[in-house]
């Protein structure tokens, strides 16, 4: 059974980083698409940055330019660089997985595998 483990999130000021991490056992990274998403308390979860199993990068258009997904596959860990912070980045981060090709940032009701979630909470 796949286990993810989130870190990274935390409290920063506007403007700032952070850098989340998903570690995953056991799974090889490269024959899943990935995901993080994000949600705030009462809204839908949304997707903020993935990629396909073909290597293709997807961004939501209100983080392009400011975050960057990437992995480490001898780590078996994804992250998601965040730079630029804003308070409407405020929210909990989910990695996510599928075996399936996904398109683009798929909704998150179609990803199968989640992590337990890690708060980033952006103050102005």
């Known amino acids: 059974q796949v286990q993810f483990q989130e870190s990274g999130g935390e409290s920063v000021q506007a403007g700032g980083s952070l850098r989340l991490s998903c570690a995953a056992s056991?799974?090889?990274?490269?024959?899943?698409?990935m995901g993080w998403f994000r949600q705030v308390l009462g809204k839908e979860r949304e997707g903020v940055a993935s990629r396909d199993s073909t290597g293709k990068l997807n961004y939501a258009d209100s983080v392009k330019g400011r975050f960057t997904i990437s992995q480490d596959n001898a780590k078996n860990t994804l992250y998601l660089q965040m730079d630029r912070l804003k308070p409407e980045d405020t929210a909990m981060y989910y990695c996510?997985?599928?075996?399936?090709?996904?398109?683009?940032?798929?909704?998150?009701?179609?990803?199968?595998?989640w992590g337990q979630g890690t708060q980033v909470t952006v103050s102005s």
């Open positions: 996510a997985a599928d075996p399936s090709f996904m398109s683009g940032l798929a909704p998150a009701p179609l990803w199968n595998y």
């Open positions: 056991p799974f090889t990274y490269s024959h899943y698409s």
